[in-house]
């Protein structure tokens, strides 16, 4: 979907826009501007040494206000009735993504153990704290037989910090992979990024997204596949002409693209809501096709509310959808290759 010349002029001019990194860049490399530009947030990855799979935590600052959108047709949740607005917890203490499918579900315990020892949690008079941890997984069983369990979140908590993130093949996305509509042999790498924006109001918006789409990887601002479908000739086999039958229907695989998102806007729980809901308009923009049967698509929202005007919501969930495009394709640009699935950096001419 092309974006309107007013809109990237708009964005251009005012604000402080995580630029694209460049095909060759190191698959671990670090991003300063991303997520942990919100004053506070933490993030930690951890990624088993021997196979591509992982977690990855977002450790949110005390008080933080949180909600969620849930878009896919094959969610793989936990903890996400309680960031109903309706619901009384006002928000999570952390948002954790792992491979593993619904094996890794079990990566929560480690992170609640690791907070539970930091005294961090929902407080219970005479009790202590029961720690608030809301996530969900990706689809990854079909590169690796290794399911995260509570070490690996316990390992991604205690390594958490405010410092830059690290981009690519890591975490829970280690064994990511994208463009799988005509079947796992033509897919490619996808991985984990990172973006944000800065106002000079002191408005700050980021997101942080584990790319695990059927469907290919869009550059919104030129319109072309940066990553997905292959024909067997190594070129796109775009999904938009799959879609329209020019070439074999699509296969329902097993997916998931996960997002947090955050910012220091202080909101109230439903104002939360309403951020992740058009953050998620980043998915659409970025994914062809989004929110399959087969995806679980998932965005989380945070908000500090260290920053109390200067701001309307809509700019929020605005500036949220804008870096949640440019952290999915920061994403595929970091990753590195797996035996048979290639990354965008080795392709050919790779943008």
Sequence with gaps: MQQSSLLIATVVCALTLTPHPAAAQSATA????????????????????????????????????????????????????LLDPVNSVQGPDAVVIAG????????????????????????????GVIPIVSGAIIFDLRVTDVRPGPDCG?????????GPVAEGSVGAGAGATVGK?????????????TSSVTL????????????????????????????????????F??????????????????????VVVATNARLTKVEAARMALMADDGLARAIVPSHTPGDGDTVFSLATGTLAEGYTLSQVGGLAAEVVADAILRAVRAASGLPG???????????
Excluded: W
């Excluded at 109001?201 to 601002?221: E, Y």
């Design 30 to 81: 670090a991003n300063p501007e991303g997520i942990t530009a919100v004053e506070g947030v933490r993030v930690g990855h951890f990624t088993y040494p021997d196979d591509p799979t992982g977690c990855t935590v977002v450790i949110a600052p005390e008080g933080t206000i949180g909600s969620v959108d849930q878009s896919g047709g094959a969610p793989g949740t936990v903890e996400t009735d």
């Design 100 to 127: 593993g499918s619904a094996f890794g579900l079990a990566v929560r315990d480690g992170i609640v153990r690791y907070l539970e020892e930091q005294g961090r949690g929902y407080p219970i008079p005479g009790l």
């Design 154 to 162: 316990y390992q991604a908590a205690a390594a958490a910090d405010t």
């Design 181 to 193: 509509m005509l079947g796992m042999d033509r897919a490619m790498k996808g991985g984990v990024g």
């Design 200 to 235: 000079e109001s002191g408005l700050v918006v980021g997101a942080i997204a584990v790319v695990n789409a059927v469907g290919d990887v869009i550059d919104p601002a030129t319109g072309q596949v940066v990553a997905g479908a292959r024909n067997e000739d190594g070129t």
């Design 237 to 258: 086999a775009d999904s938009r002409r799959i879609l329209r039958g020019l070439v074999p229907p699509p296969s329902e695989l097993e997916n998931t693209t996960i």
């Design 341 to 351: 699935i290639p990354a965008v950096r080795d392709l050919p001419g790779a943008r």
